[in-house]
T-cell receptor
Framework: NAGVTQTPKFRILKIGQSMTLQCTQDMNHNYMYWYRQDPGMGLKLIYYSVGAGITDKGEVPNGYNVSRSTTEDFPLRLELAAPSQTSVYFC????????????FGSGTRLTVV | TQLLEQSPQFLSIQEGENLTVYCNSSSVFSSLQWYRQEPGEGPVLLVTVVTGGEVKKLKRLTFQFGDARKDSSLHITAAQPGDTGLYLCAGATGNQFYFGTGTSLTVIP
């Protein structure tokens, strides 16, 4: 049982560079989410998807893009990286919202310099 | 917008002590969850509570959902060093969970 797999685990980007954070789940979950976690700020939702082909913005979507072409994959794209995007990024999936919890990946620690 | 406030933010106690962590909001949630997160890892689900007034026990951990489904508490009896971690509550509304800022617990042997 792999659960939710995120790659890479660590990455350093220069200001203005772009990258894609990968997220794959093998539990056939319809719901997938991207959060960022900053010290003392909790988890903030960036984007989410309720199924293949459907995505929606969360609380902090600026500077990010997502796509959901398959049930399993939900990549997060950072365009023109900025120091404010330095954070730990978590992907999560869920079978449903009501009565079910998230399964989180182990995170990607991103530093923009 | 921070929908969920957790208190205390930090807690350091001796092994064997009891503690309670609170999660409060002015919003009503359809369900509420508690997670524990260890350094370098993603949060791991501990429990989901759905019904107002619901109490769930998980060994030494007791979770309660407020009658009005706006708040919750986590009580740990006889804390152990293995309980050390960041405890997060999360409330469901619409298609999302909103997370609290977390309570960092350290249990000293």
């Amino acid at each position: 049982n792999a659960g939710v797999t995120q790659t890479p685990k660590f990455r350093i980007l220069k200001i203005g560079q772009s990258m894609t954070l990968q997220c794959t789940q093998d539990m056939n979950h319809n719901y997938m989410y991207w959060y960022r976690q900053d010290p003392g700020m909790g988890l903030k939702l960036i984007y989410y998807s309720v199924g293949a082909g459907i995505t929606d913005k969360g609380e902090v979507p600026n500077g990010y893009n997502v796509s959901r072409s398959t049930t399993e994959d939900f990549p997060l794209r950072l365009e023109l990286a900025a120091p404010s995007q330095t954070s730990v990024y978590f992907c999560a999936s869920s079978y449903s919202i009501q009565g079910y919890g998230y399964t989180f990946g182990s995170g990607t620690r991103l530093t923009v310099v | 917008t921070q929908l969920l406030e957790q208190s205390p933010q930090f807690l350091s106690i001796q092994e064997g002590e009891n503690l309670t962590v609170y999660c409060n909001s002015s919003s009503v949630f359809s369900s509420l969850q508690w997670y524990r997160q260890e350094p370098g890892e993603g949060p791991v689900l501990l429990v989901t509570v759905v019904t107002g007034g619901e109490v769930k026990k998980l060994k030494r951990l007791t979770f309660q959902f407020g009658d009005a489904r706006k708040d919750s508490s986590l009580h740990i009896t006889a804390a152990q060093p293995g309980d050390t971690g960041l405890y997060l509550c999360a409330g469901a509304t619409g298609n999302q969970f909103y997370f609290g800022t977390g309570t960092s617990l350290t249990v000293i042997p």
